[in-house]
């Protein structure tokens, strides 16, 4: 089996649209982008691949600040800031379709901004 | 004067299995934008990772597809496989590779059975769906499961295949590929069909590759990524050519999964002239730490499983990134100047499974 070589770079949100703009030059496709909550903090991980050689960049961000949004570059990358948007309540700046929280249609607002249950301490939806 | 209206499509629709809402925009009877809305079996699964140890896991990971269901297990072990330090037995990889064709089989052949009942062909949605019944055995008497398997864990696989119901799968790949053969003459060169189909929702080369298309919607637009070309399971070890067709129309979207069909029956009779004897599964030697991303060709393209861990047997995060949620910005671009009648068909033609994209 092979398995890939993975490297994840973090870089500041600053830098986001002109690396993300380096990405688009060379060639490459974007392959997901997703947000992990890590203690207070979010990462926005933007994954790219061209002739299957993946590539990962990674922002941390306080969940609060407004994030650029790469649809200008990438334009399909509308349906993960929706995504991100609806589940996690990362506001993005400049997207080109803006669901305006209509993409994903939950019960709870922004269920991934807050996980209520890890692990071993009770479930409070039981 | 022409007129603009919005006309709701769906999230209940003939052709659509499973709820997702179009607002398509027309002008008179041609759709000048298309937006997307699903949320409607929307399931949290990728939260349910905090709440359950991580080989427990694997059986929420293969509930996130009624349909690609191995594959999607098999992704997620993958990735835990790598934070744990886990080297997967060989023959335990050749198995993966098996089932997952089997999978992709069925996959396939459950879509060509809803296109050809989309586009009104009974009989040749019922002889899909034979076909299909005989794919879903071979399953079923391996893995005890006919759509959810439960037969990869992390480390490895839980059953093994006898030397005996490998040489009767062997044969009886024979009689699954003249099925398929008389099956997919009527897919590829049916007058109606081809009517149908050629010229209807044309993605370019340029935009599949720039929107993120995977699998045979890209495929079928000329961009021949095909994720088992990294090598992953056993594919290192087998040979094959990915189907690439360039029209971009629902006829090549279709004409890649019907050729691609053979390609799978080419790939099993590979591993199981291959497989080696040995041990099926390895011990964990520790609980995840650190994150990776696992890739794998589904049957409708590139599947992404996303796991991040702390050194418990909780992960922190499990991210699940599936071939039809990337797949909407290409369906967006299909269905832009089309007409409202063909709607239907193209939406059809990425296969779209919601299920997996809202998880």
């Given at each position: 089996?092979?398995?890939?070589?993975?490297?994840?770079?973090?870089?500041?949100p600053?830098?986001?649209?002109?690396?993300?703009?380096?990405?688009?030059?060379?060639?490459?496709?974007?392959?997901?982008m997703h947000c992990t909550k890590v203690g207070d903090t979010f990462e926005i991980n933007?994954?790219?691949?061209?002739?299957?050689?993946?590539?990962?960049?990674r922002i941390i961000t306080d969940g609060k600040t407004e994030i650029?949004?790469?649809?200008?570059?990438?334009?399909?990358?509308?349906?993960y800031e929706n995504e991100m948007h609806d589940l996690f309540g990362i506001r993005f700046?400049?997207?080109?379709?803006?669901f305006s929280g209509n993409l994903i249609r939950t019960a709870k607002k922004n269920p991934f901004a807050d996980p209520s249950f890890r692990g071993e301490k009770p479930c409070p939806d039981a | 004067?022409?007129?603009?209206?919005?006309?709701?499509?769906?999230?209940?629709?003939?052709?659509?299995?499973?709820?997702?809402?179009?607002?398509?925009?027309?002008?008179?009877?041609?759709?000048?934008?298309?937006?997307?809305?699903i949320g409607?079996?929307h399931r949290g699964l990728e939260t349910l990772v905090t709440k359950r140890e991580y080989?427990?896991y694997?059986?929420i990971?293969?509930?996130?597809?009624?349909?690609?269901?191995?594959?999607?297990?098999?992704?997620?072990?993958?990735?835990?496989?790598?934070?744990?330090?886990?080297?997967?037995?060989?023959?335990?990889?050749?198995?993966?590779?098996?089932?997952?064709?089997?999978?992709?089989?069925?996959?396939?052949?459950?879509?060509?059975?809803?296109?050809?009942?989309?586009?009104?062909?009974?009989?040749?949605?019922?002889?899909?769906?034979?076909?299909?019944?005989?794919?879903?055995?071979?399953?079923?008497?391996?893995?005890?499961?006919?759509?959810?398997?439960?037969?990869?864990?992390?480390?490895?696989?839980?059953?093994?295949?006898?030397?005996?119901?490998?040489?009767?799968?062997?044969?009886?790949?024979?009689?699954?590929?003249?099925?398929?053969?008389?099956?997919?003459?009527?897919?590829?060169?049916?007058?109606?069909?081809?009517?149908?189909?050629?010229?209807?929702?044309?993605?370019?080369?340029?935009?599949?590759?720039?929107?993120?298309?995977?699998?045979?919607?890209?495929?079928?637009?000329?961009?021949?990524?095909?994720?088992?070309?990294?090598?992953?399971?056993?594919?290192?070890?087998?040979?094959?050519?990915?189907?690439?067709?360039?029209?971009?129309?629902?006829?090549?979207?279709?004409?890649?999964?019907?050729?691609?069909?053979?390609?799978?029956?080419?790939?099993?009779?590979?591993?199981?002239?291959?497989?080696?004897?040995?041990?099926?599964?390895?011990?964990?030697?520790?609980?995840?730490?650190?994150d990776?991303?696992?890739?794998?060709?589904?049957?409708?393209?590139?599947?992404?499983?996303y796991v991040k861990g702390d050194?418990s047997?909780h992960l922190v995060r499990s991210r699940i990134?599936?071939?039809?949620?990337?797949?909407?910005?290409?369906?967006?671009?299909?269905?832009?100047?089309?007409?409202?009648?063909?709607?239907?068909?193209?939406?059809?033609?990425?296969?779209?499974?919601?299920?997996?994209?809202e998880r």
């Amino acid at each position: 089996m092979t398995q890939e070589d993975q490297q994840t770079t973090i870089i500041e949100p600053l830098h986001l649209l002109g690396k993300v703009e380096e990405f688009r030059k060379k060639g490459c496709r974007l392959v997901q982008m997703h947000c992990t909550k890590v203690g207070d903090t979010f990462e926005i991980n933007y994954s790219f691949d061209i002739n299957y050689e993946f590539s990962n960049i990674r922002i941390i961000t306080d969940g609060k600040t407004e994030i650029p949004s790469i649809s200008g570059i990438y334009w399909g990358a509308f349906i993960y800031e929706n995504e991100m948007h609806d589940l996690f309540g990362i506001r993005f700046a400049g997207m080109n379709i803006d669901f305006s929280g209509n993409l994903i249609r939950t019960a709870k607002k922004n269920p991934f901004a807050d996980p209520s249950f890890r692990g071993e301490k009770p479930c409070p939806d039981a | 004067m022409p007129r603009r209206i919005v006309v709701p499509f769906g999230p209940q629709h003939p052709v659509l299995p499973e709820p997702i809402h179009l607002d398509l925009v027309l002008k008179d009877e041609h759709v000048e934008e298309a937006l997307p809305s699903i949320g409607y079996i929307h399931r949290g699964l990728e939260t349910l990772v905090t709440k359950r140890e991580y080989p427990e896991y694997v059986y929420i990971a293969e509930r996130t597809c009624g349909i690609c269901s191995f594959i999607h297990g098999m992704t997620y072990c993958q990735a835990v496989e790598k934070l744990v330090d886990c080297t997967v037995p060989e023959r335990a990889l050749f198995l993966r590779t098996i089932w997952s064709e089997y999978s992709r089989l069925h996959s396939h052949l459950l879509w060509l059975g809803l296109f050809a009942d989309a586009l009104g062909f009974e009989n040749l949605f019922m002889a899909s769906w034979r076909l299909r019944e005989s794919v879903l055995d071979v399953l079923e008497e391996t893995t005890g499961g006919r759509v959810i398997q439960g037969s990869c864990k992390v480390g490895g696989v839980r059953k093994d295949i006898s030397g005996e119901t490998l040489e009767r799968m062997r044969k009886g790949l024979d009689i699954i590929e003249r099925d398929a053969g008389e099956i997919a003459d009527v897919f590829l060169r049916d007058d109606s069909i081809v009517s149908r189909t050629r010229g209807i929702g044309v993605l370019s080369r340029e935009d599949a590759y720039a929107l993120g298309a995977v699998g045979p919607t890209a495929r079928a637009s000329g961009v021949g990524i095909d994720l088992r070309k990294t090598g992953y399971a056993a594919y290192d070890k087998l040979s094959f050519s990915p189907v690439v067709e360039t029209a971009g129309d629902c006829h090549a979207r279709c004409a890649v999964r019907v050729k691609e069909l053979f390609t799978s029956i080419d790939l099993i009779r590979q591993a199981i002239a291959k497989i080696p004897d040995g041990p099926i599964e390895e011990k964990p030697k520790k609980n995840p730490e650190g994150d990776y991303f696992a890739r794998s060709e589904q049957p409708r393209g590139e599947l992404v499983h996303y796991v991040k861990g702390d050194g418990s047997r909780h992960l922190v995060r499990s991210r699940i990134r599936t071939p039809t949620l990337t797949n909407l910005p290409s369906l967006v671009r299909m269905l832009k100047g089309c007409n409202l009648a063909d709607v239907p068909v193209i939406v059809l033609s990425i296969d779209p499974c919601i299920g997996c994209a809202e998880r």
